[in-house]
């Protein structure tokens, strides 16, 4: 239960934090280059203030206004086939249902097979009925971001929920393909040290248990119990850190995709250039003068020149 909460955390982060800012920074690019702080058009205006907005998702489901990847995607993780209407894929939405129905009807098949018959094989079968379904739903998330804004790239919506859904796809979409082999091989490691690290916790707590038990009939293991409890919270700690491995290393995967899609648009020219010329200044400022009336504290302000003469320097790249 430990492990499912904190990776239900970490997903429920990475899929609301790198999201909504990004969204704040599309809101705030168009309206710094556009210049156009109040259009509130109905057709195109997107509320990204809001993590996410019903009226969005199914504004832009009704093709009456347009609504951002990141309400999309949240809203099609609930309301499924969201983003094939969207996106007018409507042939697709047989696909979507036909295959998450298919998959949990087999599951419940099985289940009641296994629990009729006592057969481990049902068993496993609908285990991998509910995990066809679970595919059939993360394509259709896929999907969406797939088919959404074809014509725009680099898109860092796409690049984040990319990333979200798949690690390493994001960076696979801005082209840096270099990138995959080292965040798989953190995960992969991670995911490794916190296996080895559970086995072992598990085998300390059942040596602890056994040392400390007061039924006679168990075997005293050589180990006491204070050795064994020592050991067993040393791997139980190095199994969370681990854990807190792999959450951090698909975090920052996801906040990479986001940070260079972005950066795809900037641009530095190989052409650097240094220039040097004679600068003056003229060196104004003000001093005290004389008070208005006699003997009073206000003063009134006059300015005096300061004129300097040096190099500017100006560094072009």
């Avoid at 934090?17 to 280059?33: C, E, M, N, T």
């Avoid at 009641?112 to 079968?125: E, I, R, S």
């Avoid at 971001?145 to 960076?171: D, R, W």
């Avoid at 040097?276 to 004389?290: H, I, K, M, Q, T």
Wanted: glycine share 10%; no cysteine.
């Amino acid at each position: 239960m430990r492990l499912r909460s904190v990776i239900t955390a970490v997903l429920g982060l990475a899929l609301a934090l790198p999201l909504s800012a990004q969204y704040r920074d599309d809101q705030f690019k168009r309206d710094a280059f556009t210049q156009n702080y109040a259009d509130t058009t109905e057709k195109t205006a997107a509320d990204t203030s809001q993590l996410f907005s019903f009226k969005e998702y199914f504004g832009g489901l009704a093709h009456k206004r347009g609504a951002s990847l990141k309400t999309l995607t949240m809203g099609s993780a609930v309301f499924i086939g969201g983003g094939q209407i969207y996106n007018k894929d409507y042939w697709k939405l047989p696909i979507v249902y036909g295959g998450i129905g298919a998959g949990v009807g087999a599951g419940l098949y099985f289940n009641k097979q296994f629990k009729d018959t006592g057969d481990d094989k049902y068993h496993v079968w609908s285990n991998l009925s509910y995990i066809g379904a679970g595919l059939v739903w993360w394509g259709s998330l896929l999907d969406t971001a797939v088919g959404y804004e074809k014509g725009k790239y680099p898109n860092p919506a796409k690049s984040t929920v990319y990333s979200i859904l798949l690690p390493g796809l994001g960076q696979i979409y801005n082209g840096e393909f270099w990138k995959v082999p080292l965040y798989y091989g953190f995960i992969a490691g991670s995911v490794h040290f916190m296996l080895d690290n559970n086995v072992q916790y598990h085998r300390w707590k059942n040596i602890h248990n056994a040392a400390t038990t007061e039924d006679t009939t168990v075997e005293r293991p050589p180990q006491t119990g204070e050795t064994a409890k020592y050991f067993r919270d040393v791997y139980r700690r190095y199994r969370d850190y681990s854990i807190l491995a792999i959450a951090v290393s698909y975090l920052l995967q996801v906040i990479d995709a986001n940070v260079f899609a972005y950066m795809q648009d900037f641009e530095v020219t190989d052409d650097i250039t240094m220039r040097v010329e004679p600068a003056f200044d003229p060196g104004l400022y003000a001093v005290s003068g004389s008070p208005v009336i006699p003997g009073s504290s206000y003063v009134i302000p006059g300015l005096t020149r300061n004129p300097s003469v040096g190099l500017s320097i100006g560094l072009r790249f």
